[in-house]
């Protein structure tokens, strides 16, 4: 496939598709040539691409996926730890922001205004 192909197939721009080869994101195995030296890229591409927008998805970042994709495989033990350890992150960021909210909450019930100044009553 050219990297067009690849590209609409999974809805990413090319440079992107470009910049995930140069930071082996997408690694040779994806990666063949023609006679022309062109790259051509082999269907598996597609589900890889696939797998990495599902990753950075529920919020992995592009360095941890590097991470997982350079250790060429995972036992199920390993698997679980760093899909726990993302939960635990999620959750944590939830109480974050369940606590700002409620900060929010609070300045609203305390009538606090702008009007003679930032912060006055």
Do not use: W
Request: with cysteine.
């Amino acid at each position: 496939m050219k990297i067009s192909e690849v590209a609409k197939s999974v809805n990413l721009p090319i440079s992107t598709i470009r910049y995930y080869e140069k930071i082996g994101i997408i690694t040779d195995e994806h990666i063949l040539r023609d006679k022309n030296n062109y790259r051509v890229y082999a269907q598996s591409i597609i589900q890889h691409l696939e797998v990495v927008k599902q990753c950075l998805a529920v919020g992995f970042t592009i360095h941890e996926i590097q991470s997982m994709i350079s250790k060429q495989g995972f036992s199920s033990n390993e698997q679980a730890s760093v899909i726990q350890a993302k939960i635990t992150e999620i959750e944590e960021a939830q109480k974050k922001l369940e606590n700002s909210k409620q900060n929010l909450y609070d300045i609203l019930k305390a009538d606090i205004t702008c009007e003679d100044g930032f912060g006055k009553y």
